[in-house]
């Protein structure tokens, strides 16, 4: 899959999704999604970012990311960057593998309680830097733990129950005239598999 923007101005989100991201219903808070996707532990990922411009560094963001959505059927409360006290069922887990705010690359491992929106909690992690005209890969990366983390954040434990609801492929930018990126291999999986995933075969060209 790549994701390609030109001489482009607004803001660019090109994105693959399976399931029902927390979204779905077009008016949040949505319910329920009707169907789950079966849990999934391990994360593997191979890709390429060519190239990203900004028109406006000052005020602008880039974005190469995997995001999980999640059902908890019970509700938890917390606070995040823009809201207060928010109760929700819902839970985005994003995992970043280029981040760069107003100009600026985010460092590897930081983890913070993303903005998401007044009906749901995020908890953002940037997984590596990703450098134009750079790869970025990782394999075998243990998704549950970093739910794990997230929830401890929040203040809840280990066991809190949670349903996979989507999963999200993809880059999201703003302030951004060209931005090219390749995502070569995706796996998602149960079980550990050294070679890196079974990701796609062959690969899956789309230019968004």
């Known amino acids: 899959m ?21 979204w779905y219903c077009g008016n949040q808070p949505c319910a329920q999604p009707p169907s789950f996707l079966p849990a ?13 411009s900004l028109y406006a560094p000052s005020n602008s ?6 995001t999980f959505y999640y059902w908890l059927p019970t509700a938890i409360t917390g606070s995040n960057e823009c809201y207060s006290n928010v109760t929700t069922h819902w839970f985005d887990l994003e995992i970043f593998f280029a981040k760069v705010y107003n100009g600026v690359e985010a460092s590897i491992g930081t983890s913070y ?23 970025f890969q990782t394999t075998d990366w243990y998704i549950d733990g970093a739910f794990t983390q997230a929830m401890s954040a929040y203040g809840y434990g280990q066991g809190t129950v ?11 930018a703003y302030g951004t005239s060209i931005l090219s990126a390749t995502w070569s291999d995706i796996g998602i999986t149960n079980t550990i598999v050294m070679s890196g995933g079974a990701g796609c075969s062959p690969l899956r060209d789309t230019v968004c």
């Open 162 to 172: 949670h349903n996979l609801s989507a999963v999200e492929v993809g880059v999201e």
């Open 40 to 52: 999934q532990n391990f994360l593997n990922i191979t890709g390429i970012f060519q190239a990203y």
């Open 2 to 22: 790549s994701n390609i923007a030109s001489s482009y101005t607004g803001t660019y989100n090109s994105n693959v999704y399976q399931g029902y991201p927390d």
């Open 113 to 135: 309680k993303g903005c998401g929106s007044p009906t749901t909690l995020t908890w953002r992690l940037v997984e590596q830097t990703g450098y134009p005209g750079g790869s």
């Open 61 to 66: 963001e880039v974005k190469l990311e995997t």
